[in-house]
């Protein structure tokens, strides 16, 4: 299968994820007062862009593993 297919299923998978997951700590942390609650939902876009990232940068390092690819240093 192609580098770039396995990376956007492992991507998908990990985003679903970490979406679920956040979601579920950040009502969490509305519960319990942690987070101020007068804000909304104004973490959601910030925690979104936290876990793409997060997800995108794993599943690029476990397709480089994959592959063999051996970090380069100059």
């Known amino acids: 299968m192609k580098s770039y297919v396995?990376?956007?299923i492992t991507f998908s998978i990990l985003m679903y994820l970490f979406h679920v997951l956040s979601g579920y700590?950040?009502?969490v942390a509305y519960m319990a007062e942690w987070v101020n609650p007068a804000l909304g939902t104004a973490y959601y876009p910030f925690i979104q862009l936290v876990t793409g990232v997060l997800a995108a940068t794993i599943a690029y390092g476990l397709i480089q593993v994959r592959n063999g690819k051996k970090e380069v240093t100059s």
């Open 6 to 8: 396995l990376f956007i």
């Open 25 to 27: 700590l950040l009502t």
